[in-house]
C-alpha cells in the first residue's frame, strides 16, 4: 500500500515492471511474465527512511491481499 511504500525507498524489483501505476491508497506494479497462471519470484528491495513499526499489504490482482506488520530496527 502507499503508506507503506512512503516510508521506505524502493531501491529495485525483479523481474522489473513493465509499468508502474499510481492509485489514490496504492501503487500498483504490472509484471510480465511469461507462463501466466505459474508462480513467479518477486523481490523488492527496499531502504526504510524511519525506525518504528511499519504496517503494509501486498497483493496480486484478483485475489485478497495480505496484511503485514514490520519493525525497523536500527
Known sequence: NR???EA???QRILPSPAIVE?????LTYVL?????????AVTIH???DRVGSLSG???VA???PLRFDQ????
Open 57 to 59: 499489504q501486498i497483493g
Open 3 to 5: 503508506d507503506y511504500i
Open 32 to 40: 510480465r511474465v511469461s507462463h501466466a497462471g505459474r508462480p513467479t
Open 22 to 26: 499510481a492509485g489514490a491508497d496504492r
Open 71 to 74: 519493525f525497523i530496527y536500527p
Open 62 to 64: 484478483g485475489h485478497k
Open 46 to 48: 527496499l531502504e526504510p
Open 8 to 10: 521506505a525507498q524502493v
